[in-house]
Every structure is written in structure tokens, then in C-alpha cells.
């Protein structure tokens, strides 16, 4: 929806020809076939050219992997609407790869005949975002992507998730001459968590909108379940008794964290390891081959000098998926050199304690910057250019790596100039909020989707919040212009 609503302010100010693919449920698709407000050249409703059950050619495919560099096994083995994430529908070998292959030759159809100059597209959390977007990007389209700065309530407009555009080296950017303790208040100033635990206290917290979206939901009839593949299996009774399970996982696995996580900072020498919460783009996307955290866990803990702990802090947001299986919690106990954490406890005291931060993608290792710790990191993450920051390429090489950064040290130079990178780069939208907005406004504070949405309301929408929206659409004008450059 933000991109429909980005597509209506940026035509008012400029004359781009525009073009679209929606995917939508069938009941909120019906707006997108009378709507007026935006003037689009053509759309096309992904889900009408999709489909799980058709022959493929597999030829086509292996070829399409060598032209653009893909690896579709991995990409779509890794997608949570085909893995064990989806407690709905297993679904077969042929019918991802029907998936894939109509995908591949509807995106490559509309590129042929549509020709662009750049793409819009939203963060590519699901393996038809990340496909679409690696295609354009082989093809030399440029590519506007909004994501979230590693600062609070800012965000940056780029061609890759989590990198500045063509910052190659830290070295042509003018040290600002602050300290340490200046940049730690810079970053307490723009708490990223800070502005994730409101999104998380915030979403889906009403009871009056759950109770209106249930009766929706009971009332009307759901032609997804046969149209979108993502609603496979999905049927009414399945959902209930699914919702009504997970209701009770969640008290009892809360109860279980509360009585064996540590809620105190230990005194002794420890390495630090940041949960991820599950599923995640950060896991699935952004390092395909490092999904396993409890493997990985493992193989810290076998690769940690004596003399050293390793401490697992669960993730606060892990709560919106129910917490994870209580054996997952069990079998991290039970492993002699490892501390499980409660989520409750604060991250800033972790980071200063500790000796050396590992994440496979989170947040926490540019953090641990700001506190003058070194980090590991197992995702391509745009802050590795910082010096102190290692990014592991061989998990054989964990335990060499791991000696090795326990004697680094940030240096305050590198972290200064790519904060300055990111100032530079960056600009206020506090896109969290901003969803919440839309959420509560049409689908239920998020508990449901498939919904008839009304011009008009559309309308009062875009009016209500045409500040925020055209100061966006003026950021990626902006980005379109120093594209020409």
C-alpha cells in the first residue's frame, strides 16, 4: 500500500510514465481495477499469472539461473511460504518450480514490454520481491528501496537492503572529530530498538479490531485459498484451531523463559550471540546458508577460546510469533559453555560487558561499535566496511576469526565517517509508524487483509497524511535526479 500511495504523490510533481504489479487478495483487488487516482500505463495482478499447477520447463529454468545469477533452489528452499514455516500446505518439488517458472517468465515478459528506467519496490522480504529485484538489478535497472537506517525513525532510499549506494570506502569522508561518548548519544538519540518495541507493543493490540476482523473472517467467504498459493490450505476451521493452539504455546513457552532465561549481566568474560527473530528476511534472504541458529549456536560454542561464555539473548519480537519451540530453549541449556538470556534484558549492558558480539545480521554488531566492541557477522551487511567488523565467508574459519576479533578494536574514525555516510544518506520517516497507520486505517491493526477497500477512504487517507507522503515521494524524486547524475 505505501507504494500506491508513494505512486500518487510522486505523479503529482513529476511526469513518469508508471506501471504496476500488485499483489493483493482478491477482495482488496477490486479498488486496484476501478481506482483513479493514480494514472498507471498497465498493472498486473501477480497472483493472476502465478500458478502452482502447471507444467514448467526446466530447461528455461536452468538457463534463467546462468543469465541472471540465481539460484533458485536456494532462493525459493529458503522462501517461508515453501519450508517448514508454513503449518498450512507442504508443497511439492513440481509445484515450486511451476511457481517459479511462471514467475520468471511473467516478470521477464512485463520488463520486455514495459522497458523501465527504475524500479520501485518495497523491502524484498519474500522470494518474489528479492527474484523481481535481482533481475532489474542485472538488466541495469535502478532500483529505489526503502529500508530502514541502522538509526531510529530514519530511513534510506537504495539499490541494495542495508547498503549506501556506492560507498566502497570510508576513507574520502571527513572525520566529524566526535568521541565515543558523543556517537553513543547519537545513537541513544535515534534508539532503533526503542522504535521496534513500540511497533511490537502497538501491533495487533486491539480487541475490539481483533473481534471485528474474526467476524469478517467467519462471515465471508475466502476464494484465496484457490487463486493465491500463499493461502493454501488456509481453510476457516484450520485457521481457528491454529489461532487458538498458538494462543496457548505462547503462555506456556513465556512461562518457561521466564523461569530459565537469565535476566542478570554476568560478571565473567563472555561472548555475545543475538537471536534472530524466525522467519526473517535478515535469516532467509540475507544469508541463505546460515538459517540453522541453533546449528550455528553450536558451532560458536565449539569454536569460543577457553576461558569464555557464550551468551544466547532471545530476541523481545520473537513474542509476535509465539516464542520458538520449548526444545529449541532446551537444547541451548544443555550445552556446558553457553548462558541462555531473557529477552528483557538490556542489550546496551550486553554489548559493554561483553568481549566480543556474533549476530548473522542483526542490528547488534554495528551497536557494538558504539561501545568500542568488536563483532562478527555472517550476512553481507553494508557496515562491514567498519574495521572492526568481520564478516565470516567460511564457517571453518569461525574459531580463527573469533581469536582474531577479540583483539580488534573499533576504530573511532571509521565509525565516525560512516555515521556521517549514513546522516548524509538518510532522512526522517518513521516507517513503522507509518505502517501501523495504514494497518489500523483498512486491515484490522494488521489481523486481516482481505478486504474491500473504498476509493473514498483512500482519499481521506492520502489527504490526512499528505506531509508525511510528499515529503517521501520528494526523497525519492530526489534519488531518481542524482540516479542522472
Not at 306 to 332: A, N
Not at 425 to 435: A, G, I, P
Request: hydrophobic content about 35%.
Amino acid at each position: 500500500m505505501l507504494n500506491y500511495f508513494l505512486s500518487y504523490y510522486i505523479q503529482k510533481n513529476v511526469n513518469y510514465d508508471f506501471y504496476a504489479i500488485i499483489d493483493i487478495t482478491n477482495k482488496s483487488k477490486q479498488f486496484f481495477k476501478t481506482q483513479t487516482l493514480v494514472n498507471f500505463s498497465k498493472i498486473w495482478f501477480y497472483h493472476d499469472h502465478v500458478i502452482s499447477k502447471t507444467s514448467y520447463d526446466k530447461e528455461y529454468l536452468q538457463n534463467f539461473e546462468k543469465k541472471y545469477g540465481i539460484n533458485l533452489w536456494e532462493l525459493s528452499l529458503n522462501e517461508r511460504i515453501f519450508n517448514f514455516y508454513n503449518e498450512y500446505y507442504k508443497f511439492s518439488s513440481d509445484e515450486i518450480l511451476s511457481i517459479l517458472y511462471s514467475e520468471c517468465k511473467f516478470f521477464e515478459q512485463v520488463l520486455l514490454e514495459t522497458n523501465p528506467s527504475h524500479l520501485i519496490i518495497r523491502e524484498t522480504a519474500l522470494h518474489h520481491d528479492y527474484l523481481f529485484h535481482k533481475i532489474c538489478k542485472k538488466l541495469g535497472i535502478r532500483i529505489l528501496m526503502l529500508n530502514q537506517s541502522k538509526f531510529g525513525y530514519k530511513c534510506i532510499l537504495s539499490e541494495e537492503l542495508h547498503f549506501l549506494d556506492d560507498l566502497q570506502t570510508l576513507e574520502n569522508i571527513e572525520y566529524s572529530g566526535r568521541t565515543f561518548d558523543e556517537l553513543q548519544n547519537y545513537l541513544k538519540s535515534l534508539d532503533y530498538s526503542k522504535q521496534l518495541i513500540s511497533y511490537k507493543n502497538n501491533i495487533r493490540s486491539s480487541k475490539y479490531e481483533m473481534i471485528k476482523a474474526a467476524i469478517n473472517f467467519l462471515l465471508t467467504p475466502n476464494s484465496n485459498i484457490k487463486t493465491h498459493y500463499t493461502y493454501y490450505g488456509r481453510t476457516k476451521i484450520r485457521v481457528i484451531c491454529k489461532e487458538i493452539l498458538s494462543g496457548f504455546k505462547k503462555r506456556i513457552r513465556e512461562r518457561y523463559i521466564n523461569k530459565n532465561l537469565h535476566k542478570i549481566v554476568p560478571d565473567e568474560k563472555y561472548i555475545l550471540f543475538t537471536l534472530h527473530m524466525e522467519p526473517e528476511r535478515s535469516l532467509l534472504l540475507a544469508a541463505p546458508l546460515f538459517t540453522n541458529q541453533l546449528e550455528i549456536i553450536r558451532i560458536i560454542a565449539k569454536s569460543i577460546p577457553v576461558g569464555y561464555k557464550l551468551l544466547v539473548k532471545e530476541h523481545y519480537s520473537q513474542s509476535i510469533r509465539d516464542w520458538r519451540e520449548l526444545s529449541f530453549y532446551k537444547i541451548i541449556s544443555k550445552i556446558p559453555n553457553v548462558i541462555l538470556i531473557h529477552p528483557s534484558t538490556s542489550i546496551e549492558k550486553l554489548i559493554q560487558k561483553s568481549s566480543l558480539v556474533i549476530s548473522i545480521g542483526g542490528s547488534v554488531s554495528f551497536e557494538a561499535c558504539f561501545y568500542e566492541k568488536p563483532s562478527i557477522i555472517f550476512a553481507d551487511l553494508g557496515y562491514k566496511i567498519i574495521n572492526s567488523i568481520t564478516k565470516i565467508n567460511n564457517i571453518e574459519d569461525l574459531s580463527k576469526q573469533i581469536s582474531e576479533s577479540l583483539y580488534k578494536k573499533p576504530k573511532i574514525e571509521d565509525l565516525d565517517r560512516y555515521v556521517v555516510a549514513m546522516d548524509d544518506n538518510s532522512f526522517e520517516f518513521d516507517l513503522w509508524n507509518f505502517q501501523l497507520k495504514f494497518l489500523n486505517e483498512f486491515f484490522y491493526g494488521g489481523r486481516y487483509v482481505d478486504v474491500e477497500i473504498s476509493e473514498s477512504k483512500i482519499r481521506k487517507f492520502l489527504d490526512k497524511e499528505s506531509d508525511i507522503l510528499n515529503s517521501l515521494a520528494i526523497q525519492y524524486i530526489k534519488k531518481i535526479n542524482s540516479f542522472k547524475k
